[in-house]
């Protein structure tokens, strides 16, 4: 019922700051909490943040403070601002959906490559 298209990765240098977009199709989108992981070489698929419909954020600890996850139910779009990035922020970022009634994201999208330099 969802699909979901990342974009705004790239190449960034230590400090700096880039903004994340996920798009999402489906007529449900407002119903669903929202979230981002990331993947980084030779490591699992970790929990970033999500957002809930009602726009209450959460955050990993290692993103808390420097990360902030938005959305805007009118585009059917999720963001994620990322400041003070460091290196060990570089991975695939994938953005996922899940429905108010489920612990599980059903919907993924294809990731988008953020890498951060020293």
């Known amino acids: 019922q969802v699909q979901l298209v990342e974009s705004g990765g790239g190449l960034v240098q230590a400090g700096g700051s880039l903004r994340l977009s996920c798009a999402a199709s489906?007529?449900?989108?407002?119903?669903?909490?929202m979230g981002w992981f990331r993947q980084a070489p030779g490591k699992e698929r970790e929990f970033v943040t999500h957002?809930?419909?009602?726009?209450?954020?959460f955050y990993a600890d290692s993103v808390k403070g420097r990360f902030t996850i938005s959305r805007d139910n009118a585009k059917n779009t999720v963001y994620l601002q990322m400041n003070s990035l460091k290196p060990e922020d570089t991975a695939v970022y994938y953005c996922?959906?899940?429905?108010?009634?489920?612990?599980?994201?059903?919907?993924w999208g294809q990731g988008t490559q953020v890498t951060v330099s020293s």
């Open positions: 996922a959906a899940r429905g108010v009634a489920s612990n599980q994201y059903a919907y």
């Open positions: 489906g007529r449900t989108f407002s119903s669903y909490t």
């Open positions: 957002i809930t419909w009602s726009g209450t954020p």
